[in-house]
Nanobody, 119 residues
């Protein structure tokens, strides 16, 4: 059974940094895309960033480019999201997700971790 467990959320002042982690287990992820999404109160869930497990190819939402960095540690089956220069509008629940690179939808989701950025 695939499990994605996020950690690292919290409260930070605007301009600060946080590092989120997502521990993945339950299968091999060599042909999987791992990603981060977020959902702010009253808004729809939105894509933040994604990375291929094997190739290290990364994509980002325009709103976080230059501020957030996605990376992975294959030995630990963990994906990270380094968030710098945080803004109040980054406040949301952040979710880790995984999908096969052959699939069109994200099949696996974590439980989410709250990130709150105060102004």
């Amino acid at each position: 059974q695939v499990q994605l467990v996020e950690s690292g959320g919290g409260l930070v002042q605007a301009g600060g940094s946080l590092r989120l982690s997502c521990a993945a287990s339950g299968r091999t992820f060599t042909s999987y895309l791992l990603g981060w999404f977020r959902q702010a109160p009253g808004k729809e869930r939105e894509f933040v960033a994604a990375i291929t497990w094997s190739g290290g190819s990364r994509t980002y939402a325009d709103s976080v480019k230059g501020r957030f960095t996605i990376s992975r540690d294959n030995a630990k089956n963990t994906v990270f999201l380094q968030m710098n220069s945080l803004k109040p509008e980054d406040t949301a629940v952040y979710y880790c997700a995984a999908r096969s690179m052959l699939a069109t939808s994200w099949a696996y989701w974590g439980q989410g971790t709250q990130v709150t950025v105060s102004s």
